[in-house]
């Protein structure tokens, strides 16, 4: 098991409800950085970006120190509940994340925000799985191919990881949470659950169901460095949990980048099936940004250590993005 991060400071920002598809205009100029929220904790000279949410998710923030070097780590999560057929639509209520006021003692327990430490770590290479009141069969990739999936197993902390003759020198363990439910079994796979893959889950009583996570809904960010450039960044999944009780899935993202260059305001943005045209922008316009934006976005590559490789204020970015 990789040794523990060195969490600095964790930082919270509540959903704001904003346009979801907010177009991403030039940066304005230097504003006023907020303060994180145990900023004695934070490392020398650190000074946290502006946060903005242009989401109806909630997100955490949290600066780490380990031997990969300083770096943010963003998580967000998006619930959706399905029907009996497996056809998925954006949960009304969506699943907490902690915040400052959860105590990291309870974070090896299930709540109805899940497993606290999941989301105070600060960094995973792939997606755990798991189910309750069912079990994973597969998960289908495109071309009719399966991923491979690998199985976790109970450490004597009530921990889940990969252990004996298939795990890595490297493993990460995980809280076995959905919800506030703790489950008996869970898998991971070798990386990030591809966004067109289908999950096929064996319920504890009937047929299978199939449940195919939506294309038309991709979370990032945009980074505002200081010295001008803005970045779109993926985030990966690292946590998907099925409640076939609840008819629900959760699933949580995350996504790391370095804490310098420094970055003057970090925006958790979504492209969403209703999203719609900013002010004085054509449906024509609002095509063409969201197409490049996720053209930019799916060519970074998966990242295999903390941090995003397209975290960088030096890269390309298609400029269609911006402007036409």
Request: neutral net charge.
């Amino acid at each position: 098991m990789r040794p523990a991060t060195l969490v600095h400071a964790l930082m919270a920002a509540a959903a704001l409800g904003l346009a979801a598809c907010a177009p991403m205009q030039p940066d304005a100029g230097p504003a006023s950085p907020a303060r994180p929220a145990e900023a004695e904790a934070a490392p020398a000279g650190f000074v946290a970006p502006e946060r903005a949410n242009y989401t109806p998710f909630g997100m955490v923030l949290i600066t780490a120190s380990d031997r990969d070097g300083e770096y943010f780590s963003l998580s967000t999560k998006i619930a959706f509940d399905f029907d009996a057929q497996g056809r998925l639509t954006l949960a009304t209520r969506q699943e907490a994340l902690i915040d400052q006021n959860d105590d990291p003692a309870l974070d090896h327990e299930c709540t109805d925000k899940g497993g606290g430490m999941n989301q105070r770590t600060a960094w995973f290479p792939d997606t755990a799985l798991f189910v309750r009141e069912g079990a994973l069969q597969s998960v289908r990739l495109a071309a009719g191919k399966t991923a491979g999936l690998v199985p976790l197993a109970r450490d004597e902390r009530g921990f889940m990881m990969v252990m004996g003759p298939r795990a890595r020198q490297t493993e990460y363990a995980f809280v076995p949470c959905v919800g506030g439910h703790r489950v008996a079994h869970g898998d991971r796979l070798n990386g990030f659950l591809p966004r067109e893959a289908t999950l096929i889950i064996r319920p504890a009583s009937g047929g299978r169901l199939q449940l195919s996570l939506p294309r038309d809904l991709e979370p990032f960010l945009l980074l505002r460095y200081r010295e001008g450039a803005m970045i779109p960044v993926p985030l990966r999944p690292v946590l998907a949990s099925v409640d076939m009780a609840e008819r629900r899935l959760v699933m949580q993202y995350q996504s790391t980048f370095p804490l310098a260059p420094p970055i003057r305001k970090i925006e958790l943005r979504a492209i969403k099936p209703d999203g719609r045209p900013g002010p004085d922008e054509t449906a024509e316009r609002y095509r063409e940004r969201t197409e490049a934006t996720l053209g930019d976005l799916r060519q970074c590559p998966p990242p295999v250590k903390p941090m995003e490789p397209c975290a960088s204020p030096r890269r390309a970015v298609d400029r269609r993005i911006f402007s036409p």
